[in-house]
């Protein structure tokens, strides 16, 4: 798959929307498959920001949390 393309077209989606959830937490996965944790962690958790109540949002920055060592954050995401 082609997620550095796909980091880019979601980059320009949320310039033209930026409350966008799905379109953050799409690009998450695109950054954790390219190893970019840290940006796939920031994405996602303003996926969260922007609905809390958005899954996915809290499996990516779960995943993002392991990926970067920080096990505590990743497995209070995974309770949740």
């Given at each position: 798959?082609?997620?550095?393309?796909?980091?880019?077209?979601?980059?320009?989606?949320?310039?033209?929307?930026?409350?966008?959830?799905?379109?953050?937490?799409?690009?998450?996965?695109a950054y954790l498959r390219t190893e970019c944790y840290g940006y796939a962690l920031a994405?996602?958790?303003?996926?969260?920001?922007?609905?809390?109540?958005?899954?996915?949002?809290?499996?990516?920055?779960?995943?993002?949390?392991?990926?970067?060592?920080?096990?505590?954050?990743?497995?209070?995401?995974?309770?949740?």
């Amino acid at each position: 798959k082609d997620y550095e393309n796909a980091i880019k077209y979601y980059t320009e989606a949320l310039e033209l929307n930026p409350s966008n959830a799905i379109y953050y937490s799409n690009r998450s996965l695109a950054y954790l498959r390219t190893e970019c944790y840290g940006y796939a962690l920031a994405d996602a958790t303003r996926a969260l920001e922007l609905d809390k109540n958005y899954i996915k949002g809290y499996y990516r920055r779960a995943t993002s949390n392991m990926a970067l060592g920080k096990f505590k954050a990743a497995l209070k995401d995974y309770e949740t």
